[in-house]
């Protein structure tokens, strides 16, 4: 058995892998161009970046991939801008719009309205069958594995078996996928195809910085903190989420009101702009349950010939 195609509406990308958008400024043009020049699909975060930035990693992606790709923009229901930052990206002409913490019934018209297929990130088989009869090309499905804001504490492989049932498009397992024997129990459970967040930012061409990436590789367990929109947040302990674990409020010194809602506890853009840019400590770095598993940074290239082959070794899982 190969890896298969993935086809969502009007994508048929070679493996049916998708790159999960991390923001703030982790997965911009350069690691989506990269994932999908190596036969997945590539999403840049539009996650606290200003809408000028987007366009130029949107088009920056597209300049790198010369079109032959697939290239998504990530925009979260809790920002105040989603509005305006979906628009601008369906405006770049983005193969695809994908949306999680929330689910917006807007967000499925003005992707109609600019031919732009909308995939949403659920947690339920509820929100799943929601997001059909609303409009998605596919859903992903996030397990408690995953890294940043969660909508579940239930494990992927609890919840993965429920949602194929319960839909006829395709869905996308995520959650604590890192290798080709994830890949492999993920489709056997019915997954159209996977996303994976972490095993990519501890890869060359993904955007952070250095330091963001070996913080990654010195981590071997993650916690879970109480993020400021209400939901809970996976993320690699640090002097960051010491200070927040206790229910104390951090001094915030200008708030842009970027969250819909949110408890000014501490500020959760500064958190995650001090990380990226080179506070690896004092700032927030959301993170997949099995970081501690990621030794080594490598190219985008060889952690998919990884994947092709731990795939292709395995038998069926059924019957391993």
Not at 107 to 130: F, T
Not at 284 to 312: A, H, M, P, Q
Request: proline share 3%; glycine share 10%; aromatic share 6%.
């Amino acid at each position: 058995m190969k890896l298969p195609e993935l086809k969502i509406a009007h994508m048929k990308s070679k493996l049916p892998i998708i790159q999960g958008g991390m923001g703030v400024r982790i997965s911009l043009s350069n690691l989506a161009s990269a994932v999908s020049n190596a036969g997945g699909i590539g999403i840049i975060s539009g996650t606290g970046i200003p809408i000028d930035e987007l366009k130029y990693h949107i088009r920056e992606a597209k300049e790198k991939t010369k079109g032959l790709g697939y290239i998504g923009v990530n925009v979260l229901y809790a920002m105040t801008d989603f509005a305006e930052t979906m628009k601008a990206a369906m405006e770049e002409k983005v193969d695809f719009i994908i949306s999680g913490a929330g689910i917006s019934r807007d967000m499925y018209n003005w992707g109609k309205s600019y031919n732009v297929p909308v995939i949403s990130i659920v947690s339920s088989a509820k929100l799943a069958k929601m997001s059909q009869r609303l409009g998605a090309s596919a859903v992903v499905v996030e397990g408690t594995e995953a890294g940043g804001h969660l909508g579940t504490d239930r494990p992927l492989f609890d919840i993965l078996p429920e949602v194929v049932e319960a839909v006829d498009i395709p869905v996308i397992a995520a959650g604590g996928i890192i290798d080709g024997r994830d890949v492999r129990k993920a489709l056997e459970a019915g997954a159209s195809g996977v996303q994976m967040g972490t095993r990519f930012v501890a890869s060359q061409e993904c955007d952070a910085p250095l330091s963001f990436k070996e913080k990654y590789l010195s981590s071997t367990e993650t916690v879970l903190i109480k993020s400021v929109v209400g939901l809970d947040g996976r993320a690699v302990p640090n002097r960051f989420t010491d200070k927040i674990s206790n229910d104390q409020k951090l001094k915030i010194d200008r708030c842009v009101s970027c969250l819909k809602k949110c408890s000014h506890r501490y500020c959760i853009l500064d958190s995650l702009l001090k990380s990226v840019g080179g506070d690896a400590e004092e700032g927030l770095v959301f993170s997949g349950s099995r970081v501690g598993e990621i030794t080594e940074i490598l190219s985008v290239k060889e952690i998919f010939d990884r994947i092709k082959k731990e795939f292709n070794d395995l038998p069926s899982i059924s019957k391993a």
